[in-house]
């Protein structure tokens, strides 16, 4: 099993700029994948973001060039810097890992964004 706690989240001006961060615990050496996700209320959960364990990332279209996942191995944590934040930005967002083939498998707690107009 892996523990995943996000942290970070909270209340910011449309333009302002968070950090997110997922620290993960437990049978980490089987974590191959780490991402975030965000639904916002009545919508699906979509992806952000997710990072391999060899570097390779991908983004959701809506935030490319405004957001960076990055991964630090020695801390098992994975981050998101969220720049030029929007009001469309608002969601909860949730920190997923997994093997390679299952990239979901484990999810975090959900950490709230909230971007004020």
């Known amino acids: 099993q892996v523990q995943l706690v996000e942290s970070g989240g909270g209340l910011v001006q449309a333009g302002g700029s968070l950090r997110l961060s997922c620290a993960a615990s437990?049978?980490?050496?089987?974590?191959?994948?780490m991402g975030w996700y965000r639904q916002a209320p009545g919508k699906q959960r979509d992806l952000v973001a997710r990072?391999?364990?060899?570097?390779?990332?991908n983004y959701g279209d809506s935030v490319k060039g405004r957001f960076t996942i990055s991964r630090d191995y020695a801390k098992n944590t994975a981050y998101l810097q969220m720049n030029n934040l929007e009001p469309e930005d608002t969601a909860v967002y949730f920190c997923?890992?997994?093997?390679?083939?299952?990239?979901?498998?484990?999810w975090g707690q959900g950490t709230q964004v909230t971007v004020s107009s």
């Open positions: 437990g049978s980490i050496f089987s974590v191959y994948t």
């Open positions: 990072i391999s364990r060899g570097g390779n990332s």
């Open positions: 997923a890992a997994g093997p390679v083939g299952d990239s979901t498998r484990y």
